[in-house]
């Protein structure tokens, strides 16, 4: 135990005279970073990409996770980059989109993409079943009562 503790303070003395110190004197954008990853649990390596780099690599990311609906994915991709470069009005969304066509083509899943790309959780869409309102009065459920 005695020889533990000198050798403890043998690396203490070493530690001080390197300059180096536990307490830094000026707060990064990396220690900042880190405490938001901690807080919000959003990955550090998101949190640090610029808005530019997200931007260059949406189309990319989004062809990943969806695959043979390219024109699809170009027209989301230039939409959200036109809103973001503020070629639109800024209060409105950024963008509305519409996705149809049969069961199994990729419509959830490149809005789930999507909002997980853009806002760090799949949960930030607002997802409307239309096959739920087939009938003429079921409609109400959607806007509301005449």
Known sequence: LQRQLEEAEKNLTSFRQSGQSLLREEVTDFDIAEI????????????QQSEREKLVMLEQVLHNRVIGQDIAVKSVADAV?????????????IASFMFMGPTGVGKTELA??????LFNTENAIVRIDMSEYMEKFSV???IGAP
């Open 36 to 47: 938001v990853s901690k807080w919000t649990g959003i990955p550090l390596s998101n949190l």
């Open 81 to 93: 980059r036109r809103s973001r470069a503020g070629l639109s009005d800024p209060n409105r969304p």
């Open 140 to 142: 109400s459920r959607l």
């Open 112 to 117: 789930k993409a999507l909002a997980g790309y």
